[in-house]
């Protein structure tokens, strides 16, 4: 019955493209690894859990058992943004959870006397987090498909807002080369609602990526549609694994294009990584669209068992 559900879930995915309504800051476009964040935040490609949060159907090249931990901190270190999940193989198909958010606290509460002075009342904190579950099956040798069901729930001050939304995509891995295909807040109609009656929605996000082999060479590409309406993105990357060190060693770099109000710009960066049988560590770097922090340095850990 679920596979039944998850390709319908995925058709819809692809052909539904109503929109209406204000969309919401994505917190999900900062990366769910160091090591995708290294190649230009192409998605779709993880080997790992943090694939719950990229594409569900790239869950299959997870192994029986594993855990991803990633967490970096923006804007002086004021901003913290943590991303976990955890994955597991049955007989039936792949299933996962996770969990990630943006955080800040000691944010200043201010009022306003008689004198039309500001003096500060007390200080609050504001939480921007999403909840996401995945399912993978195979629908053929070769393809992979995938459904994600998320949970959102965004707190500022006394407002408090919370939702559910719903990812799909299909993998296809035909070595050397591999197709990633993915849709996430597929469903328009289902809006974040908020204390105060206002509400919101998650922006539509479709995903076309694909990686090809070339010996020690893996190269990634990414057009990627950020939101109904919107320009489309590209990105791009690369990992080497040089010689015998390829089964513990890579290096990776990567190009994006980012949109900032009208204006797309791009975006390097950089990574380097160390892959043993069960734990895993990726290290990225990029410059920073902060000014006063010229560099921004990320770290992940995935263990596999």
Do not use: W
Request: with cysteine; net charge neutral.
């Amino acid at each position: 019955m679920i596979r039944y559900f998850a390709l319908i879930l995925l058709s819809f995915a692809f052909f539904y493209s109503a929109s209406y309504g204000a969309e919401l800051d994505y917190i999900g476009d900062v990366g769910a690894s160091a090591k995708t964040i290294s190649i230009g935040n192409v998605e779709g490609f993880s080997n790992s859990a943090a694939s719950v949060f990229e594409n569900p159907a790239s869950l299959c090249l997870a192994k029986d058992f594993s855990v991803s931990l990633f967490q970096t901190k923006f804007l002086m270190d004021e901003f913290v943004f943590g991303a976990y999940s955890v994955s597991k193989k049955t007989d039936i198909g792949t299933f996962a959870i996770g969990y990630t958010a943006l955080s800040v606290s000691g944010i200043k509460h201010t009022g306003e006397n008689q004198y039309s002075e500001y003096y500060s009342i007390d200080t609050f904190s504001a939480n921007n987090s999403i909840i996401k579950a995945g399912y993978q099956f195979y629908a053929a040798d070769k393809i992979s498909v995938g459904v994600g069901l998320s949970y959102f729930h965004n707190k500022i001050y006394t407002y408090k807002g919370t939702g559910f939304n719903a990812d799909a995509g299909v993998f296809l891995n035909y070595k050397p080369t591999s197709i990633s295909i993915s849709g996430k807040n597929i469903l328009k109609m289902l809006k974040i609602k908020y204390t105060d009656a206002g509400e919101e929605s998650a922006p539509t996000q479709l995903r076309l990526g694909v990686k090809h082999e070339i010996g020690d060479l893996d190269l990634y590409a990414q057009l990627m549609l950020p939101g109904i309406g919107k320009k489309y993105l590209k990105a791009g990357g690369l990992i080497y694994q040089p010689g015998f060190l390829s089964d513990f060693i890579y290096i990776s770099a990567g190009l994006k294009e980012i949109q900032l109000l009208n204006k797309v710009y791009s975006k390097a960066s950089i990574g380097v990584g160390l892959e043993l049988n069960i734990v895993n560590v990726h290290f990225a770097y990029e410059k920073s669209d902060y000014y006063l922090q010229d560099n921004q340095y990320y770290l992940s850990t995935n263990i596999t068992i």
